[in-house]
T-cell receptor, first 117, second 109 residues
Framework: GAVVSQHPSWVICKSGTSVKIECRSLDFQATTMFWYRQFPKQSLMLMATSNEGSKATYEQGVEKDKFLINHASLTLSTLTVTSAHPEDSSFYIC?????????????FGSGTQLSVL | GQQLNQSPQSMFIQEGEDVSMNCTSSSIFNTWLWYKQDPGEGPVLLIALYKAGELTSNGRLTAQFGITRKDSFLNISASIPSDVGIYFCAGRRGSRLTFGEGTQLTVNP
C-alpha cells in the first residue's frame, strides 16, 4: 500500500522555539494533505488542509500564524509550530490523499510526539 | 461542529470473543472508514465503505455502512491479543474527514 513518511517521530523543545514537522508521500503524488492534532486518549482533530501550490485551509480556532503549513511539492507538506509553548505539546499526525481510479484513500503518517518544556 | 458518537468508549474481553462497536451521526456521510491506532502511531485503515447498506469484510473484521448513511458498525470475530488498540470510525463528506472518539479494546489472553 501507499506509504506516508512523517518526521521526526518525536521532538522535545524549549518553550519559544519553533519546530518543523515533515510529511512525505513516498510512492504517490498528493495534491492534498491534512494535519491533525491528537491529545492523550482523545480523537484526531483536523487542524488544516494543505493544498499543493496554494494556501492551507485552517479549521476554526487554529491559528494560521502559529501553525505554518507549506505544501511546496506534490510529495511534501510541512507543519511548523512557531514559538511553541507547553500547551502545544501533543501528537501531530499528517495524512495524504491518494486519488485512485474508483475512489480516493487517505494514508496516515506515523505521527510526531511534540513535547514543549 | 460535526460530531461522531462512537461506542463503547472501551471494552475488555477475553481472547476468542467477538466484538462490536458502532458510530452514529446526526449528519449524512458519503464514506465511512474504520481505523486502528496503536500507541504512538498514526491510524491504519482497516475497512472503507462507500455505499449505503454496504457490508464489507477484511479477515475477521466486518463493517457495514448504515442504510441511512448516518451510522456504521465494526465487528471483530474471534479476537486475539494483537487486536488490542484504539479503533476509530471516521465519516467523510467531500475531502473532510471527521473522527469518532475511539474505542479502546483490551483483549485478555
Amino acid at each position: 500500500g501507499a506509504v506516508v513518511s512523517q518526521h521526526p517521530s518525536w521532538v522535545i523543545c524549549k518553550s519559544g522555539t519553533s519546530v518543523k514537522i515533515e510529511c512525505r508521500s513516498l510512492d504517490f503524488q498528493a495534491t492534498t494533505m491534512f494535519w491533525y492534532r491528537q491529545f492523550p486518549k482523545q480523537s484526531l482533530m483536523l487542524m488544516a488542509t494543505s493544498n499543493e501550490g496554494s494556501k492551507a485551509t485552517y479549521e476554526q480556532g487554529v491559528e494560521k500564524d502559529k501553525f505554518l503549513i507549506n505544501h511546496a511539492s506534490l510529495t511534501l507538506s510541512t507543519l511548523t509550530v512557531t514559538s511553541a509553548h507547553p500547551e502545544d505539546s501533543s501528537f501531530y499526525i499528517c495524512s495524504a490523499r491518494k486519488n485512485l481510479a474508483t475512489n480516493e484513500k487517505l494514508f496516515f503518517g506515523s505521527g510526531t510526539q511534540l513535547s514543549v518544556l | 461542529g460535526q460530531q461522531l458518537n462512537q461506542s463503547p468508549q472501551s471494552m475488555f474481553i477475553q481472547e476468542g470473543e467477538d466484538v462490536s462497536m458502532n458510530c452514529t451521526s446526526s449528519s449524512i456521510f458519503n464514506t465511512w472508514l474504520w481505523y486502528k491506532q496503536d500507541p504512538g502511531e498514526g491510524p491504519v485503515l482497516l475497512i472503507a465503505l462507500y455505499k449505503a447498506g454496504e457490508l464489507t469484510s477484511n479477515g475477521r473484521l466486518t463493517a457495514q455502512f448504515g442504510i441511512t448513511r448516518k451510522d456504521s458498525f465494526l465487528n471483530i470475530s474471534a479476537s486475539i491479543p494483537s487486536d488490542v488498540g484504539i479503533y476509530f470510525c471516521a465519516g467523510r463528506r467531500g475531502s473532510r474527514l471527521t473522527f469518532g472518539e475511539g474505542t479502546q479494546l483490551t483483549v485478555n489472553p
